[in-house]
């Protein structure tokens, strides 16, 4: 199966690269990007072709793309690898905007082509324990749940997280989405409200994007969720940040750190502790499911319209924000 990445934007396109060259049954077709100085940089790095436009890679008829462009860049590589006939995976959030992301869905349906959104937490083994907990009801119904997404200021790893008419915000789209999509797939509901307040207490003075923000959902199962989306994490942090969910259950309450599974180096050669983790790789597993997903011509496990909802819940905490009220979902 040969599969190429458009655009190498995010941090992400790094581990995608990574593993496309080492999959079995898989071919990295190359990179394309419209940074040739990003991008043969990339494809050098990682022992695969460059592409100088979008349009040369898709001629070379992929099967599929991975779409790793800034977040309000998705939709027109999204469509012109529908219309090339490749299946696509792309990078959260799928869009910025509810009319790109309607557009991303009905042109991948359009062109009978799988669009599956990156949300590798799907595929975390902590959390799949969870997921299997709950399958099993060994919990009970889930009354409330407590979940944070907290890391560092992005920019020390792609300058454009905090440029918002790249990244469409900050915070609350950067670390919103992946916590919305896990409770939505852990409770089966939707969610129906949303409350959010956000600031820019933290490196408020050197971005123009919010850099924290804390969200209240009610889902229409009656259950209500929090989720801390905080770029909260000091710079000298081991790691970029993490992901933790509390769930209240009536049978239970359950604790899950995603990114507990490591060792912490502390060393004479470099002035900050770092992580050394021990867990299994959730992007891995993801690109298996795209891969496995196409190969069986069946929906992936996470779909475009997963990522269409998890957007959702982001754009409502800003329009709860910017009016000090709750918004209700869906929105129009």
Excluded at 22 to 37: K, S, T, W
Excluded at 177 to 183: C, I, K, M, Q
Excluded at 193 to 199: I, K, P, S
């Amino acid at each position: 199966m040969k599969i190429g990445i458009l655009s190498f934007a995010h941090i992400h396109a790094e581990s995608y690269a990574w593993h496309l060259g080492r999959m079995p049954g898989v071919e990295f077709l190359g990179i394309a990007d419209d940074d040739p100085v990003r991008g043969e940089d990339a494809a050098r790095r990682y022992g695969t072709r460059f592409f100088p436009t979008y349009a040369d890679l898709l001629a070379a008829g992929p099967d599929a793309v991975v779409v790793c462009a800034e977040n309000t860049r998705h939709r027109p590589l999204v469509e012109m690898a529908a219309q090339a006939g490749a299946h696509v995976l792309c990078e959260k959030p799928l869009a910025t905007t509810l009319a790109d992301g309607q557009a991303m869905l009905e042109a991948c349906e359009k062109a009978g082509v799988i669009l599956m959104t990156a949300f590798p937490m799907r595929f975390s083994a902590p959390i799949l324990e969870v997921k299997a907990l709950l399958d099993r009801g060994q919990l009970g119904k889930i009354l409330a749940a407590n979940t944070t997404n907290q890391g560092q200021l992005p920019r020390r790893y792609r300058a454009w997280f905090v440029d918002p008419a790249l990244a469409g915000g900050g915070a609350v789209f950067d670390h919103t989405v992946h916590l919305a999509d896990l409770l939505r797939w852990f409770l089966h509901s939707e969610v129906v409200a949303v409350y959010a307040q956000t600031n820019r207490i933290m490196h408020g003075d050197t971005v123009e994007v919010e850099t924290g923000g804390l969200l209240l959902l009610t889902f229409a199962d009656g259950a209500f969720a929090s989720i801390d989306c905080s770029w909260s994490r000091p710079a000298n942090y081991p790691s970029w940040g993490g992901l933790t969910m509390e769930l209240i259950g009536q049978k239970g309450v359950v604790h899950v750190d995603a990114f507990r599974q490591n060792l912490t180096l502390y060393s004479n050669r470099d002035e900050h502790p770092s992580w050394l983790s021990w867990q299994s790789d959730p992007d891995r597993a993801m690109l298996e499911e795209f891969v496995a997903a196409i190969t069986a011509r069946r929906t992936p496990r996470v779909t475009g319209y997963d990522g269409y909802k998890a957007m959702e819940v982001a754009l409502a905490a800003y329009r709860s924000a910017a009016t000090g009220t709750v918004v209700q979902l869906p929105l129009e």
